[in-house]
């Protein structure tokens, strides 16, 4: 005589996987256009490139103050599908925490989903730095390994808004270093979707 069925169903682990998925896919048609919304306000990316430099290797043993200049690159890329203006923006360049120079971007915008290169030159005269700092500038910008901050202070023009957006960039440079460019961190108001996004849906 056979043996009774079991009436409690067999586990399958097939069928949980296919489960699943299927909840997977319909979260994912129907998250889509809140995906595609957020997608459409995209920061902007920033990028600086040090064109070229002077001042940093002043000799070491005169205390005397001394002048620099900075021929600076920033690269803007708009993501969004309107253009992004700024009136205008401050920028400062430091090593080791101390500002070295310093100077003014002018007033830009850049399309959509387009990129624009902004020439900016920052400078100054009479700068003073501890001894210790001093040498050990003069000696990395010597050896092309100077470890620059470069940031930048941008205001909107295109919106009214009085809160700046500020950008931060790292830059190794020195003689006979080309620095290349280099990426930037924004300190705003970011599209936390951004950072995880496939990159097809940043197109939209």
């Known amino acids: 005589m056979p043996s009774a069925m079991n ?3 067999q586990y399958s682990l097939k069928e949980d996987l296919t489960r699943a998925v299927q909840m997977f896919l319909i979260f994912f048609c129907l998250s889509t256009p809140v995906w595609v919304l957020m997608l459409r306000f995209l920061p902007p990316k920033f990028s600086v490139e040090i064109v070229g430099a002077k001042g940093l290797d002043a000799p070491a043993h005169d205390d ?3 002048s620099t200049a900075f021929n600076i690159t920033l690269h803007a ?3 969004r599908l309107a253009d992004r203006c700024y009136r205008n923006g401050e920028a400062t360049v430091s090593y080791s925490g101390h500002t070295v120079a310093w100077g003014r971007t002018r007033a830009f915008c850049v399309g959509a ?3 624009r290169a902004v020439p900016l030159v920052a400078w100054a005269d009479g700068v003073g730095l501890p001894p210790s700092i001093r040498e050990r500038m003069a000696e990395d910008w010597l050896a092309g ?3 620059l901050e470069v940031d930048v202070r941008l205001f909107r023009g295109d919106d009214g808004s009085a809160r700046p957006t500020w950008v931060s960039c790292e830059v190794t440079a020195g003689r006979g270093k080309t620095p290349g460019v280099t990426p930037c961190t924004m300190f705003a108001l970011q599209n936390w979707a951004s950072d995880f996004a496939p990159a097809w849906m940043q197109y939209f």
């Open 7 to 9: 009436p409690r169903r």
């Open 64 to 66: 005397a103050p001394f």
């Open 77 to 79: 890329a708009n993501r």
């Open 113 to 115: 989903k387009e990129a």
């Open 145 to 147: 390994a100077a470890k």
